[in-house]
């Protein structure tokens, strides 16, 4: 910021600012005490201070002392005096017209506004309420701005009174540290809510100017719980403007496939508090909870079954319901490196991905030695090309979950071990793996912590034109003699669609093989990223 901007900063604020970044331990969290610092360094900030000290000072300074506070009374008597006249000459005219503009009377009301000294925000007196033998009244007032309320209301089941059945963290409701969940509401702005429904209590607010005055009866116990520090990554896109079910379509909080989360309240079983990681806006907005997420997904999936919708993916049922998966941020080490995984559709270009990232510095990407049962062939090294080992030692090993894949070809077993991974990462270099897709739920442990980079076809037109016009030869084909076929590209889509129906939840990130130069240009920036950044993973990988 350039000296010029901070000579005009406020020295108390600079002073807080100063205290703020110099205290530890605050009971606070990162994104509160972000959005502080932020605030304390704006310039809008400062200039208002500047404004409001320079106002402040001169309203006991002989140099700019008001006048008059009546200046805009004064702008009506004129008026009406110049309309009485039988003749107006043209000076007399232009005064009449210049008086009536807004500009012009916008100016003098904030003069007379400025000089009556009326410019704090002030609530009305409270009324004085004779409190019942029986039961606490408390008053609440709150200033209706253009920010919600953040508290929604409900009728209460057993005693059909209407209570507060949310406060949103964050919200005005919630800073005013006066309403509680479980509150009993008995007048909004001396307004009796007896015998109304939650509907008409919010049209009473909807239709409500400037203060908001609420008579309660305090709820027995006060929750005074701390927000949480969970954060989780959504699976699935969220619009509360469609959803029939949220009980206050503006309080909810919309969100992205993939966007992190952090949830500030559990308590309702049905309706969670959250706000968008990072977002510097402090209220919550309510989403759906796990447990109501998964009764949807699973009623439309069984629907879309039932009307022959989905017979291909008929499966769900025997896979993980992905809707929330809680994760934290972790750090890169230097020298333990996450193995890469490239999952993707048979055909799709993972191999010849793999290869030029590994090109590129075959000293630290490396990928692992495979094993066989086959016979090694002349000049075959064990170790090199293949590990050949026994069938019986193989068997022995899957069965006792050695391998992290493994398959048959051609009446000899070929597989990845688990260890042969964990060598490469302890060498303190990068393992680069392109697995078969069943066996992301053997890699994706807090061991390995790998990187899942899904590698996805474009759309079939897009995918038949670009490997024919770089002449792709066919990996469906022994001889690679050949280019591919229309099955073999409605074999490729078919297989993605299914990889991303059962696993995309899995994905840390997903690049488009529409062009394999651009692909390779996104799968390197990945491993440069991997290595210097600070990443979601599932929580209990930094547990």
Known sequence: MANGTKEKWDPALTRLLTSLQQATNLPSTEEELGFLSNLLQSKELHALVNVHNTIISNGSSDRFFPLLSTSLDILTEILEEIAQRPYMSPDCKELFYLLQKPHIQGVLYSHDSVAQKDYYPHLPEIPREVEDDEETIKIVQLVKSSEPLGATIKTDESTGKIVIARVMHGGAADRSGLIHPGDEVVEVNNISVEGKTPNDVLQILQNSEGTITFKLIP???????????????AHFNYDSSTDPYIPCKEAGLDFVKGDVLHIVSQDDAYWWQARKEGDRNMRA???????????????????AVKNGEDAENDDFDREEIATYEEVAKLYPRPGM???????????????ELKRRLIDTNVNKYRTPTPFTTRTMRPGEEDGKEYFFVSREIMEKDIEEGKFIEFGEYKGNLYGTSTESVKAIINAGKVCILNPHYQALKMLRTPQLKPYIIYIKPPNLETLKETRSAFRARSTFDINNSRGFTDDEFNDII???????????HFFDETI?????????????????RLESEPLWVPASWVQ
């Open 494 to 504: 078919k297989s993605a669609a299914r990889i991303e129906f059962l696993y995309d």
């Open 337 to 351: 490196y996450r193995p890469i995984v490239l999952i993707g559709a048979p055909g799709i270009g993972r191999n």
């Open 219 to 233: 709820a027995d116990s006060k929750s005074g719980i701390r927000e949480s520090k969970v954060r989780v990554r």
């Open 285 to 303: 907005g309510l989403i759906p909870s796990r447990a109501l997420q998964e009764r949807r997904i699973i009623h439309d999936r069984t629907q």
């Open 512 to 528: 488009v093989n529409a062009d394999l130069a651009v692909a390779f240009s996104q799968l390197v920036s990945a491993a440069n």
